[in-house]
């Protein structure tokens, strides 16, 4: 069997079938596994094609990790809940949950947020008594901008919680992003247990975190990992795969798990006439960009949190990259598009640079800088996006298909990645067909 696209979805699909004992090859284009969360080298130091986040709520890529013999402790920080941004005006909100259970440590850290006013307070409080009662659930899918108008959020909340974390989350504009998805995601991360709301931050390189090791127990399973090894189309007979067609010759397999981002599965989908309407739904998702700009400044600088949102600038959260070894080097995530994109890269940089001497006056000025854009980060969670999902299976038999686009209900995430991949493993482990 094999799995095409060494990203966490293609890697989560071949170790859970290597796992199993079944003998698996998992292919990936590129000449390092990771996909869009990997490693990349800037110089000396060893950086991330985007800083990313994980959530306590993670379940599927945290036991994924623990499987294939990675400890948590190791590679990531794990923080209770806790948002502190700064506005334009160089006033802070910041919110810190307490350690009470789940979804009460939500409300309590609501009600004693710093920096909103008490009635905005109680407006949002009264939100998160609705999610409640209403089970976490949206029974009509409308943007989270027009949600949140008619839950009578002040702009206030707005600014400094929903929308830092819808951006964050769903990498969609408010006015755009689906209400169901943002709500799915509130309900993952706060209604189970306290510590689905933890934050993790990485403390060593992405590859670190999940493709290098899963290599490595892949192969010590008695599987084969082959990169540089782009796949160009399916051969389907009679309705069942029977093989890869690849940059390395004609690969026999009677199931495939495609885990490939959404381009090129519909290329490869839309040449066949039974895997045309797919291919078709795939080509109807958009794609939103994630920018990261690294800077480097000639000495440790501390932001004084591991992570800080910056609201109403251009920059929207800050990391700490004393957290991966590297003080004196943090890095801005912009999500979703926005004016940034049409800057050009030194422009950004001076941007983003100016914006973080306005909040930390005494830091030196930094020396060098470095922006990376991912076009294609997410799929773009808008409004009725859940309905133009795939679902795993395809119309074509021994074909299963991967990667956070597909119906996980989750927006385009490590752990939706990952989950996808676990669940097509499953769903060819127990196709019995011959
Ligand atoms: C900058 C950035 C920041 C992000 N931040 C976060 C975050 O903080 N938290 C979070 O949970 N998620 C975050 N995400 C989202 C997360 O990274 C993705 O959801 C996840 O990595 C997607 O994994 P995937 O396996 O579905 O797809 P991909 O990673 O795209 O994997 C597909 C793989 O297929 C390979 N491939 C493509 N074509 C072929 C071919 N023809 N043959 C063989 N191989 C092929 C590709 O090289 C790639 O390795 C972020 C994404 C980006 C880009």
């Not at 095409?4 to 003998?23: D, F, K, P, Y």
């Not at 809940?81 to 789940?102: I, K, N, Y």
């Not at 422009?347 to 006056?361: I, T």
């Amino acid at each position: 069997m094999v799995v095409a696209g060494g990203g966490w979805a293609g890697i989560a699909a071949a170790a859970e079938l290597a796992a199993r004992g079944a003998s698996v090859t998992l292919l990936e284009a590129a000449g390092q596994l990771g996909g869009r969360a990997r490693r990349v080298d800037w110089g000396d130091l060893s950086l991330d094609n985007g800083q990313h986040i994980l959530l306590g709520a993670y379940q599927h890529t945290l036991a994924l990790m623990a499987r294939i013999g990675v400890d948590e402790r190791n590679i990531l920080l794990r923080l209770p809940l806790r948002l502190e941004v700064v506005r334009a005006d160089g006033s802070r909100v910041d919110l810190r949950a307490p350690a009470l259970p789940a979804p009460l440590h939500l409300a309590w850290a609501i009600l004693r947020c710093r920096g909103l006013r008490p009635a905005a307070r109680l407006r949002a409080l009264r939100l998160c008594v609705h999610l409640l009662s209403s089970g976490f659930t949206v029974s009509e899918d409308h943007s989270v901008a027009d949600w949140l108008a008619a839950h009578g959020q002040p702009p206030e909340v707005n600014e400094a919680l929903w929308e830092p974390l819808c951006i964050a989350a769903l990498n969609t504009p408010l006015r755009e992003a689906s209400a169901r998805v943002f709500v799915n995601v509130l309900r993952l991360t706060f209604l189970r247990r306290r510590t689905d709301s933890d934050l993790l931050l990485p403390r060593r390189n992405l590859g670190d975190l999940l493709p290098e090791p899963a290599a490595a127990f892949i192969k010590r399973s008695g599987g084969r990992v082959q990169l540089g090894q782009r796949v160009t189309g399916l051969q389907i007979r009679n309705g069942r795969i029977t093989g890869l067609d690849t940059t390395d010759g004609f690969l026999k397999a009677d199931r495939v798990v495609l885990a490939l981002p959404v381009v090129p599965s519909a290329r490869l989908l839309g040449t066949h006439g039974s895997l045309a309407s797919l291919a078709a739904s795939l080509r109807d998702l958009r794609h939103e960009p994630v920018c990261t700009v690294y800077l480097r400044f000639p000495s440790a600088v501390d932001p004084g949190t591991p992570m800080l949102g910056l609201i109403g600038r251009t920059g929207q959260w800050l990391f700490d990259r004393r957290l991966t070894g590297q003080p004196g080097v943090v890095s801005v995530v912009i999500s979703a598009s926005g004016p940034h994109m049409s800057l050009d890269n030194p422009s950004l940089l001076k941007r983003v640079g100016d914006e973080l001497a306005e909040v930390f006056p005494h830091w030196p000025t930094w020396d060098s800088g470095w922006v990376l854009r991912e076009k294609r980060a997410t799929f773009a969670c808008s409004v009725g996006v859940d309905d133009k999902r795939p679902d795993h299976e395809t119309p074509v038999q021994g074909l299963w298909l991967a990667g956070d686009f597909t119906s996980t209900g989750l927006p385009g995430t490590l752990e939706g990645a990952v989950s996808s991949g676990l669940q097509c493993a499953r769903m060819l482990l127990a196709d019995s067909t011959p």
